[in-house]
Nanobody, 132 residues
Framework: QVRLVESGGGSVQAGGSLRLSCEAS????????MGWFRQAPGQEREVIER?????????????GYADSVKGRLVISRDNVKNTLYLQMNSLTLEDTGVYYC????????????????????WGQGTQVTVSS
């Protein structure tokens, strides 16, 4: 079993920055692709509705992003600390939502690195609110 706990969320003004963290405990963390997802305020709180925004390979060598966050958000991981990060810059109102970290069911990120259905361990989420 893997337990994931997100932190770092909060309220920020548009254009500001936040860094989210996801601390993992348990086994098999280092051997899996990891991702960040978010659920917008208008979405139902179901896993299938969560939008994939970033992923990172087991060793951090490969990353990918949703078009909506490219150039603004950066995913990284520290396998020594068992922690996943999401640096969020130039935040907009559309970035508001609950952010979740998750572990991919496979060691590799493909073929669906940003599909919520391919991730089988999830944190409880951390709220990010961007205001004007």
């Amino acid at each position: 079993q893997v337990r994931l706990v997100e932190s770092g969320g909060g309220s920020v003004q548009a254009g500001g920055s936040l860094r989210l963290s996801c601390e993992a405990s348990g086994y098999f963390y280092e051997g899996h692709c990891m991702g960040w997802f978010r659920q917008a305020p208008g979405q139902e709180r179901e896993v299938i509705e969560r939008e994939g925004i970033a992923y990172i390979s087991t060793d951090g060598g490969s990353t990918g992003y949703a078009d909506s966050v490219k150039g603004r958000l950066v995913i990284s991981r520290d396998n020594v600390k068992n922690t996943l990060y999401l640096q969020m810059n130039s935040l907009t109102l559309e970035d508001t939502g609950v952010y979740y970290c998750a572990r991919h069911r496979n060691s590799g990120c493909w073929p669906s690195p940003l599909s919520s259905s391919d991730y089988n361990y999830w944190g409880q989420g951390t709220q990010v609110t961007v205001s004007s």
